[in-house]
């Protein structure tokens, strides 16, 4: 991935090769997970944050919905200061 520049780009929040944002969480998760599968990647990503006590919690006061296709950007920002970035 590249680095997002330009219009709408918002100081701090671009990084070499990721970018803060909402995902769909097959996206998201196929960056986690790139050799696996749309189904695995889904799966292996939920794993992570079960396994991830404090994340889930904090993924909850947020007002995650699980059955939701897509990560806001809090969210993900959450995920990537428990998780590290994919």
Same mark, same amino acid.
């Given at each position: 991935?590249?680095? @997002?520049?330009?219009?709408?780009?918002?100081?701090?929040? =671009?990084?070499?090769?990721?970018?803060? @944002?909402?995902?769909?969480? +097959? =996206?998201?998760?196929?960056?986690?997970?790139?050799?696996?599968?749309?189904?695995?990647?889904?799966?292996?990503?939920?794993?992570?944050?079960?396994?991830?006590?404090?994340?889930?919690?904090?993924? =909850?006061? +947020?007002?995650?919905?699980?059955?939701?296709?897509?990560?806001?950007? +809090?969210?993900?920002?959450?995920?990537?200061?428990?998780?590290? =970035?994919?």
């Amino acid at each position: 991935m590249q680095l @997002k520049t330009g219009p709408g780009a918002v100081a701090g929040e =671009e990084r070499e090769g990721f970018c803060l @944002k909402a995902y769909r969480k +097959s =996206e998201l998760a196929g960056l986690y997970f790139p050799q696996a599968g749309k189904k695995g990647a889904l799966q292996g990503l939920g794993r992570w944050i079960k396994q991830c006590a404090e994340l889930e919690r904090e993924l =909850e006061r +947020s007002g995650y919905q699980k059955n939701r296709k897509f990560f806001l950007k +809090s969210e993900v920002e959450l995920i990537v200061r428990f998780l590290g =970035e994919p």
